[in-house]
């Protein structure tokens, strides 16, 4: 039974780090391979069941249970709301009164929630725009200043791109291989023109420099009052350190005067909200990764930029800097989720036309772009990758959704999408 034991302390561990029990409850039994006994034990179950007492609807139900798969709130319902005088009556009653129900659950076709149901997108975060006839492209940040610091804001802007270049200057050999990658990201950050920046990457890149430096400074706490201290791999050359911190200085002058950069600095995440956050990153870097399975959902820009957030806050160390990281990812990973669920209802809005031209819901892959949709619109190319990305990945929408958003809506559209096909 120590195979048993294990999972019970990897679910409670689940649950200690901020996940909701209804997240843990669409989880796999086994996080694993399942143990032999148990293995054997199922399948001893499943021969020794009466045949005639329709034990097929638990034996669906526990299967799911060994996948992660979920089922919708109403379906789990029926099995647990089974009527007394029907278990009385014995287990072919009770089975039977399940399968009748899953039957008419089939039947029933739900009303595609309004755009209400749908949260509001965070403007911290990254903005998408298109959909419909076009692939999501991401809305350019350029910075945004207070109009009466504009003048002092650009003459700061040189002098940032120039504190950048001095440290992406630096001998390789000095900086080490991950340390230049970064200070390289964040010269390309900076061009000539700062409106032709976006001030979210340049905030985002940045702050991976302040998180080094951070690294640094602690490194140097630590081999105080310490005679002989062992080499800290934090600690860096001084010919690093130097150019770094007055990148980071300069930067720090800069961004107060940016009115988004302001909302990004005042990002915080505590204890419980973090953990929270970081294991919704990890249910969207696969979804994300997937994108490049699907080239007309998203523009590379967006693409780029969503990997690069999400790869930063996933990677984000603990602390004040990395909590920023991790709050700016959750916001915009939840902002491009946000845009393809109002895709995806759109979508579903127009099935009434579509069925009136004689097409079949379960016959997707063959709409084509001759459907009509909401608006009288026709479909392009991206409707069909949209909505076979949003069943490709429902699993791992509706984990996030479930850890980001207390919103109904969102689930329900995306388990509209999945019944689809």
């Known amino acids: 039974m120590a ?122 975060g990254a903005q998408f725009s298109g959909g419909g006839d076009a692939p999501i492209d991401i809305v350019g940040d350029p910075p945004a200043s207070d109009p009466r610091r504009e003048q002092d804001q650009r003459e700061t802007w040189d002098e940032l791109r120039d504190l950048a270049r001095k440290l992406a200057a630096v001998e390789a050999n000095l900086l080490g291989p991950a340390l230049a990658g970064d200070a390289a990201d964040v010269v390309a950050a900076l061009p000539e023109d700062m409106d032709a920046a976006s ?49 980071v200085k300069g930067f720090n002058i800069w961004i107060v005067g940016d009115r988004t950069g302001l909302e990004l600095e005042a990002q915080s995440l505590g204890p419980v909200e973090r953990a929270r956050s970081n294991a919704a990153l990890e249910d969207l870097a696969p979804v994300v990764a997937d994108l490049n399975a699907a080239p007309d959902v998203a523009t590379a820009r967006a693409r780029e930029v969503l990997q690069e957030e999400i790869e930063a806050g996933v990677k984000a160390p603990a602390g004040p800097l990395g909590d920023k990281d991790v709050a700016l990812a959750k916001d915009t990973g939840g902002n491009f989720v946000l845009r393809i669920i109002h895709w995806s209802r759109d979508y579903l809005k127009g099935l009434p036309a579509m069925a009136a031209k004689g097409v079949p819901e379960g016959a997707f892959r063959e709409i084509g772009k001759g459907a009509l949709f909401a608006g009288g619109a026709a479909a392009a190319n991206a409707w069909p990758q949209v909505i076979e990305f949003v069943h490709r990945n429902a699993d791992n929408l509706i984990a996030f959704s479930d850890k980001v958003w207390n919103a109904p809506g969102v689930v329900q559209i995306i388990e509209m999408v999945r019944h689809l096909f």
């Open 199 to 247: 001030i979210r990457v340049l905030w985002m890149r940045a702050n991976s420099l302040r998180e080094w430096l951070a690294a640094h400074d602690e490194a140097l706490e630590r081999r105080k009052g310490v005679a002989n201290p062992e080499p800290d791999p934090a600690e860096l050359p001084l010919a690093c350190a130097r150019p770094l911190r007055a990148f």
């Open 3 to 124: 195979a048993a034991w294990a999972e019970v302390s990897l679910d409670a561990r689940y649950l200690a780090s901020g996940r909701k029990p209804a997240a843990l409850a669409n989880e796999p039994i086994w996080h694993g391979r399942p143990p032999q006994w148990a293995t054997d034990h199922w399948a001893a179950l499943r021969k020794a069941l009466p045949k005639d007492e329709h034990w097929d609807v638990w034996i669906a139900w526990y299967a799911a249970r060994l996948k992660k798969s979920r089922w919708s709130q109403k379906k789990e319902l029926i099995y647990a709301t089974v009527p007394l005088e029907k278990w009385e009556q014995g287990p072919a009653a009770a089975n039977m009164w399940i399968f009748e129900e899953l039957e008419k659950l089939k039947k029933k076709k739900p009303a595609v929630p309004p755009k209400a149901a749908i949260p509001d997108t965070r403007p911290a």
